[in-house]
């Protein structure tokens, strides 16, 4: 039945190429939305997926990694010294002003971290060390800020929050979500940048390694019972709720949604219509075949494959234009994740489009009324 | 002669509304194998209404019809193409070729719904189309044969399926006489030398003398019944 399918399809090649065009549209469209979506939600918890460490310990009601309140920086003690923590360390994340070369200013977010052990700090340096932020007024800028920032320089000075701070160096691949760049600076200076939101006693999270005896799940039992008035996370949850916020709470993962659904249902539209289309004019012969013995299942089968092989050739070639594009959304700074696991969901999600497409035809074929056969 | 099909006050009312139209009326015949059976009458006399019921593809509103004695009056819709698989094929005056596919994958096609191995299918689709005067165009598509050759892939097709039955509706009604003929020949050939049960619906009173038999059909009755002088 795929041969004849096969068949059926290379024999009307201008139809066979308006769905083709149909199916690769939406397809390349779904591609591009659930890669570009997934690399926002890539972006908007990278930090926390590279940052080492098992729990992570944020103010009460905390949303997101970007927008947590300042805990006591007591509560570090506190976390090292509870059962089955390895180390614990401390990390700020703020919001700041950054004044621009050529005058103007643009927001940019803080995130302090001790530079002794790097946790929290970027994780890849095109230029300088990570280290180097270390005792005095020192910046890491990614290069991803460019954009916004201009041409920023290692030994370059700018301004940010009225303090003269010297970039040491270029951190790569720490994209942000809010679009605010991100600069890494030390703890301490992070501490002095904002006095009145951090202060010198303060710290807006606490990370926390797992000793290799014990499960996270019992380690965050035992801060819970220990620490009042914060949250405590799994790494993997936090990074998760802070994806979610984004998804759920701004609307951003309902937009995606949206543009997939209608990609979705223009796909099924235009491969629903072309096979319902070539039902109809098939509708004598599929007729004889039913009068001869075939089953209504045999004429589906011959259906669903016309219906397949659109998804597939669709499919691969949306997959061949998505990677030759990935290049451009990297050029634009946009993240596009295409994984393994996003081309198995599309490839799924084409053949779902396809088949269901084909399901109006299929009721056409139940409904055959067998006297079309004797009309000349 | 063994009886292919046998039907009992066979009758179908077709309701329009509140009108309703009797298209067959109590029709009793017994067609047997190895006969070529002509069903002749004016256009609307119930012919092809007869043909669309002892083929299995429309219910009677009253009556019986066996198929090799099988009652297939009560049976439902899951059993009915079985009965047409094993039993029966069709020629439409329309052909109903797939033009996509070429002269003997339209044969074939029958032949792999019938679940024949393939290389006897091969076989059997060449043979066919030998026998029907198309082993020179059995790889062409149905758009560069002409009315006859497409009618002669159509009783290939029918005969490949080694069914007991065909029927055959206004088979030559699309070809001239000479190509319509010819087709019927054939048919008629091939279906005595396989002692197969051939019935045709034709208002064609040019191919009579190819039949065995003639049911004369007016008002959905057999009016009259002529048998060949052999």
Redesign the interface.
Request: aromatic share 8%; proline share 3%.
């Given at each position: 039945m795929f041969y004849?399918a096969l068949?059926?399809i290379?024999?009307?090649k201008v139809r066979s190429f308006i769905t083709l065009l149909g199916v690769v549209f939406a397809v390349s469209l779904i591609f591009a939305q659930m890669g570009i979506y997934l690399g926002l939600m890539e972006t908007s918890s990278i930090i926390i997926d590279h940052t080492p460490g098992d729990i992570w310990i944020t103010s009460k009601n905390c949303k997101n990694f970007d927008f947590s309140q300042p805990l006591p920086e007591y509560l570090y003690y506190h976390v090292l010294s509870t059962e089955g923590v390895q180390w614990a360390e401390k990390l700020i994340v703020t919001w700041g002003i950054i004044k621009q070369k050529e005058g103007g200013t643009e927001q940019v977010e803080v995130v302090g971290y001790n530079p002794d052990t790097g946790i929290g700090g970027p994780w890849k340096m095109k230029i300088g060390d990570s280290r180097a932020v270390k005792n005095g007024n020192f910046t890491i800028v990614d290069d991803s800020a460019k954009r916004r920032l201009g041409d920023v320089k290692v030994g370059e000075y700018r301004e940010v929050l009225w303090k003269r701070l010297e970039i040491v160096g270029i951190s790569q691949d720490v994209k942000s979500f809010t679009t605010a760049p991100i600069i890494f600076t030390s703890y301490r200076l992070a501490q002095k940048l904002d006095p009145n939101w951090i202060g010198p006693d303060k710290t807006v999270f606490v990370i926390a390694k797992v000793s290799p005896k014990y499960s996270v799940e019992q380690v965050i039992k035992n801060l819970k019972k220990r620490l009042k008035g914060v949250d405590v996370y799994s790494k993997e949850s936090f990074s998760m709720k802070t994806r979610l916020y984004w998804t759920i709470e701004t609307g951003v993962g309902f937009s995606f949604l949206l543009t997939i659904s209608i990609s979705f249902l223009i796909g099924m539209l235009i491969v629903g219509q072309t096979i319902y289309n070539s039902t109809v004019e098939?509708i004598?012969?599929f007729?004889?075949?039913?009068?001869?013995?075939?089953?209504?299942f045999?004429i589906y089968k011959l259906i669903f494959s016309q219906a397949l092989i659109n998804a597939l050739l669709g499919y691969f070639m949306s997959l061949i234009i998505t990677l030759l594009s990935v290049k451009i959304y990297e050029a634009t700074e946009m993240v596009m994740v295409v994984n393994m696991w996003v081309n198995v969901l599309i490839l799924g999600l084409t053949m779902l489009m396809c088949l269901s497409s084909a399901l109006v035809s299929i009721r056409k074929i139940k409904k055959i009324d067998?006297?079309i056969?004797?009309?000349? | 002669m063994d009886a292919a099909i046998v039907t009992k006050d066979l009758t179908k009312i077709y309701a329009e509304g509140r009108i309703e139209v009797k298209a067959v009326s109590s029709v009793t015949l017994q067609l047997n194998e190895g006969e070529v059976v002509g069903l002749l009458g004016p256009s609307g006399s119930g012919k092809t209404t007869l043909l669309s019921m002892i083929g299995c593809i429309l219910r009677p509103t009253d009556g019986s019809i066996k198929i090799y004695g099988n009652e297939i009056t009560g049976m439902d819709e899951t059993t009915l193409p079985n009965i047409r698989k094993k039993y029966i094929s069709f020629i439409f005056q329309g052909f109903n070729l797939f033009p996509a596919l070429t002269a003997i994958e339209n044969v074939l096609l029958i032949l792999k719904l019938k679940g024949i191995n393939k290389n006897v299918s091969n076989q059997r689709a060449k043979d066919l189309l030998t026998v029907v005067g198309l082993s020179e165009r059995m790889h062409f598509l149905p758009r560069d044969l002409s009315g006859g050759q497409k009618q002669r892939v159509a009783v290939a097709r029918a005969l490949a399926a080694n069914s007991p039955i065909i029927l055959a509706d206004e088979p030559t009604g699309n070809l001239d006489y000479t190509n319509g003929r010819k087709v019927m020949e054939i048919l008629r050939n091939l279906a005595v030398e396989q002692k197969r049960c051939v019935v045709v619906s034709t208002h064609d009173n040019r191919i009579e003398d190819i039949f065995d038999r003639i049911l004369l059909m007016e008002d959905g009755q057999i009016i009259n019944e002529k048998r060949r002088l052999s």
């Amino acid at each position: 039945m795929f041969y004849v399918a096969l068949k059926i399809i290379s024999y009307d090649k201008v139809r066979s190429f308006i769905t083709l065009l149909g199916v690769v549209f939406a397809v390349s469209l779904i591609f591009a939305q659930m890669g570009i979506y997934l690399g926002l939600m890539e972006t908007s918890s990278i930090i926390i997926d590279h940052t080492p460490g098992d729990i992570w310990i944020t103010s009460k009601n905390c949303k997101n990694f970007d927008f947590s309140q300042p805990l006591p920086e007591y509560l570090y003690y506190h976390v090292l010294s509870t059962e089955g923590v390895q180390w614990a360390e401390k990390l700020i994340v703020t919001w700041g002003i950054i004044k621009q070369k050529e005058g103007g200013t643009e927001q940019v977010e803080v995130v302090g971290y001790n530079p002794d052990t790097g946790i929290g700090g970027p994780w890849k340096m095109k230029i300088g060390d990570s280290r180097a932020v270390k005792n005095g007024n020192f910046t890491i800028v990614d290069d991803s800020a460019k954009r916004r920032l201009g041409d920023v320089k290692v030994g370059e000075y700018r301004e940010v929050l009225w303090k003269r701070l010297e970039i040491v160096g270029i951190s790569q691949d720490v994209k942000s979500f809010t679009t605010a760049p991100i600069i890494f600076t030390s703890y301490r200076l992070a501490q002095k940048l904002d006095p009145n939101w951090i202060g010198p006693d303060k710290t807006v999270f606490v990370i926390a390694k797992v000793s290799p005896k014990y499960s996270v799940e019992q380690v965050i039992k035992n801060l819970k019972k220990r620490l009042k008035g914060v949250d405590v996370y799994s790494k993997e949850s936090f990074s998760m709720k802070t994806r979610l916020y984004w998804t759920i709470e701004t609307g951003v993962g309902f937009s995606f949604l949206l543009t997939i659904s209608i990609s979705f249902l223009i796909g099924m539209l235009i491969v629903g219509q072309t096979i319902y289309n070539s039902t109809v004019e098939h509708i004598k012969e599929f007729g004889t075949l039913k009068a001869m013995g075939a089953s209504n299942f045999d004429i589906y089968k011959l259906i669903f494959s016309q219906a397949l092989i659109n998804a597939l050739l669709g499919y691969f070639m949306s997959l061949i234009i998505t990677l030759l594009s990935v290049k451009i959304y990297e050029a634009t700074e946009m993240v596009m994740v295409v994984n393994m696991w996003v081309n198995v969901l599309i490839l799924g999600l084409t053949m779902l489009m396809c088949l269901s497409s084909a399901l109006v035809s299929i009721r056409k074929i139940k409904k055959i009324d067998p006297a079309i056969l004797f009309r000349g | 002669m063994d009886a292919a099909i046998v039907t009992k006050d066979l009758t179908k009312i077709y309701a329009e509304g509140r009108i309703e139209v009797k298209a067959v009326s109590s029709v009793t015949l017994q067609l047997n194998e190895g006969e070529v059976v002509g069903l002749l009458g004016p256009s609307g006399s119930g012919k092809t209404t007869l043909l669309s019921m002892i083929g299995c593809i429309l219910r009677p509103t009253d009556g019986s019809i066996k198929i090799y004695g099988n009652e297939i009056t009560g049976m439902d819709e899951t059993t009915l193409p079985n009965i047409r698989k094993k039993y029966i094929s069709f020629i439409f005056q329309g052909f109903n070729l797939f033009p996509a596919l070429t002269a003997i994958e339209n044969v074939l096609l029958i032949l792999k719904l019938k679940g024949i191995n393939k290389n006897v299918s091969n076989q059997r689709a060449k043979d066919l189309l030998t026998v029907v005067g198309l082993s020179e165009r059995m790889h062409f598509l149905p758009r560069d044969l002409s009315g006859g050759q497409k009618q002669r892939v159509a009783v290939a097709r029918a005969l490949a399926a080694n069914s007991p039955i065909i029927l055959a509706d206004e088979p030559t009604g699309n070809l001239d006489y000479t190509n319509g003929r010819k087709v019927m020949e054939i048919l008629r050939n091939l279906a005595v030398e396989q002692k197969r049960c051939v019935v045709v619906s034709t208002h064609d009173n040019r191919i009579e003398d190819i039949f065995d038999r003639i049911l004369l059909m007016e008002d959905g009755q057999i009016i009259n019944e002529k048998r060949r002088l052999s």
